[in-house]
Nanobody, 119 residues
């Protein structure tokens, strides 16, 4: 079994920064991609940033130039550095990973972490 544990959310003023972390643990043979999604109240979940193994990051247009996704492969951990935060970035942020335990690729989700941007 695989678990994703997120941390780093919280309350921040507009223009501020936060760094989210997502640690994958358990029976991990290989990770195809890790990414961050978010869901604001009354809205659908949307992709924020995705980083495939050996590939380039893809960002939502709304966060380009402000957010940066990175991974520490040795720790099976992904990060989302969020700068110049805006009130419209307020949402629950979810970590996603496509992981193989040796048999097939499966999709895993974290429990979500709240990010609130408000003065």
């Amino acid at each position: 079994q695989v678990q994703l544990v997120e941390s780093g959310g919280g309350l921040v003023q507009p223009g501020g920064s936060l760094r989210l972390s997502c640690a994958a643990s358990g029976s991990i043979f290989s990770i195809r991609a890790m990414g961050w999604y978010r869901q604001a109240p009354g809205k659908q979940r949307e992709s924020v940033a995705v980083l495939p193994s050996g590939g380039s990051a893809n960002y939502a247009n709304s966060v380009k130039g402000r957010f940066t996704i990175s991974r520490d492969n040795a720790k099976n951990t992904a990060y989302l550095q969020m700068n110049s935060l805006k009130p419209e970035d307020t949402a629950v942020y979810y970590c996603n990973a496509v992981i193989s335990s040796g048999l097939r690729w499966e999709d895993y989700w974290g429990q979500g972490t709240q990010v609130t941007v408000s003065s």
